[in-house]
């Protein structure tokens, strides 16, 4: 059984940081491209980062300089280090795995930043 969990999440205020983190279970995690999307009240999900298992990155313009994805094969893991958080970074934020035709999703975890 395969099982994404995120952590992390939480109130912050703008300016602020906080560190996403990402477990995962039931893969072979190193094959994986990882990658944190996030979806906004009244919004469709979006791409926040994503990283290959080669760790190539990219990430969307309007995190870029801010967030850093990063992995940790040996622990499984997958971490997003998220930096000057604004208001606009509102979300949850959800971890997804991907080899070929297999997708997986994490249940989120929600980002909070305001005053």
């Known amino acids: 059984q395969v099982q994404l969990v995120e952590s992390g999440g939480g109130l912050v205020q703008p300016g602020g940081s906080l560190r996403l983190s990402c477990t995962a279970s039931?893969?072979?995690?190193?094959?994986?491209?990882m990658a944190w999307y996030r979806q906004a009240p009244g919004k469709q999900r979006e791409l926040v980062a994503r990283?290959?298992?080669?760790?190539?990155?990219n990430y969307a313009d309007s995190v870029k300089g801010r967030f850093t994805i990063s992995r940790d094969n040996a622990k499984n893991a997958v971490y997003l280090q998220m930096n000057s958080l604004q208001p606009e970074d509102t979300a949850v934020y959800y971890c997804?795995?991907?080899?070929?035709?297999?997708?997986?999703w994490g249940q989120g975890t929600q980002v909070t930043v305001s005053s």
């Open positions: 997804q795995s991907v080899l070929g035709g297999l997708d997986y």
């Open positions: 039931g893969i072979i995690f190193s094959l994986y491209r």
């Open positions: 990283i290959i298992s080669g760790g190539s990155t």
